[in-house]
């Protein structure tokens, strides 16, 4: 029977089917040290990390008997996929149950940062002074503006669905040109990286990590933004110089920001947490309890798809 490592505790009946077939063992509270990984990782063919947890080198070398890394996260960034592939290791992640709820909280930050929400409700519950006048501390609109997709992927096109209900154009930038009947469904104008940064209103990051999108968004991309601009970022933390975009909001060269992830999570640059023009959240894309069940069991699918064939397999190399 093949053994399966999960590294952070789940809700046992989302794997249920897991139990059911395999030998699991899952940390009952606690998430697993790294110490706890390398000495346990000989004996499992199976390992399931989560979107914090790093895969290196050393853990597949002490894992002899790995042959899958199912991961609980549709990013991958986590995990050496290089390495993985030379050890014969397939990789694989959760693109679809991860679509809807990270475009849903991607909207919301837009929304939320537009309409400065989180300003309005800190000043209001800190009995500070909020200006109730006709025109004093007022946000931006949503409807008739632009949305900048960077990466117009499932997560991109679902965002794009939302803000074309909500009465937004859509541009965007990809590494490949969609195809025209994607194009029409949404209204959606491809254009290049540069000329999205200077014309769009609000600017979402969807793209995937990979080394060529490090730090993708630094100061020269940031200074071409309009002085109205409103970034969102539910990518990656990596993508982002994270520093240069708190000068950019202290300074007012863009409006505003929402972001969900961050370069050195759990850790947010503390010029950041001073900013009444950035919305913060903690990595919760995906954090309702119903949308973690269904990644659950798309992960668990993956494992049983790769040794029985009975599900598809979302494989990353």
């Not at 800190?126 to 503006?145: L, T």
């Not at 920001?257 to 023009?277: F, Q, R, T």
Request: proline residues 4%; hydrophobic residues 40%.
């Amino acid at each position: 029977m093949k053994k399966v490592l999960v590294t952070y505790a789940l809700h046992k009946e989302s794997i249920a089917e897991l139990y059911e077939k395999y030998d699991v063992f899952m940390p009952h509270d606690k998430d697993m040290k790294r110490e706890q990984v390398l000495e346990m990782i000989p004996d499992y063919e199976v390992l399931i990390p989560n979107f914090s947890f790093y895969t290196d080198a050393e853990i597949m070398d002490k894992g002899v008997k790995l042959e899958i890394i199912s991961n609980y996260g549709v990013g991958y960034n986590n995990i050496d996929v290089d390495y993985a592939t030379k050890k014969g290791i397939v990789v694989t992640n959760i693109p679809k149950t991860t679509c809807e709820p990270t475009a849903e909280l991607a909207f919301a930050l837009l929304l939320a940062a537009g309409r400065r929400i989180g300003y309005y409700d800190r000043r209001l519950r800190e009995h500070k002074a909020v200006d109730w006048g006709v025109y004093g501390d007022a946000g931006m609109p949503i409807f008739g503006k632009t949305l900048g997709i960077i990466g117009m992927g499932r997560i991109g096109q679902a965002l794009a669905r939302r803000a074309v209900a909500s009465g937004m154009s859509i541009i965007y930038n990809n590494r490949n040109r969609l195809a025209k009947d994607i194009e029409e469904r949404y209204g959606a104008k491809y254009v290049s990286f540069d000329e999205l940064l200077c014309t769009a209103d609000y600017i979402s990051l969807n793209a995937p990590s990979t080394p060529e999108t490090l730090k993708m968004i630094g100061e020269n991309e940031l200074s071409k933004m309009k002085p109205k601009a409103v970034f969102i970022n539910t990518a990656r933390g990596n993508m982002v110089d994270e520093k240069a975009l708190a000068r950019a909001l202290k300074e007012e060269k863009i409006w505003a920001a929402g972001l969900d992830v961050y370069e050195n999570e759990p850790k947010i640059s503390p010029e950041l947490l001073v900013l009444d023009n950035v919305v913060l959240a903690p990595h919760a894309g995906t954090k309702t309890v119903e949308d973690r069940h269904k990644m659950a069991e798309e992960m668990v699918h993956n494992i049983i798809g790769f040794y029985e064939g009975k599900y598809e397999v979302s494989r990353v190399n």
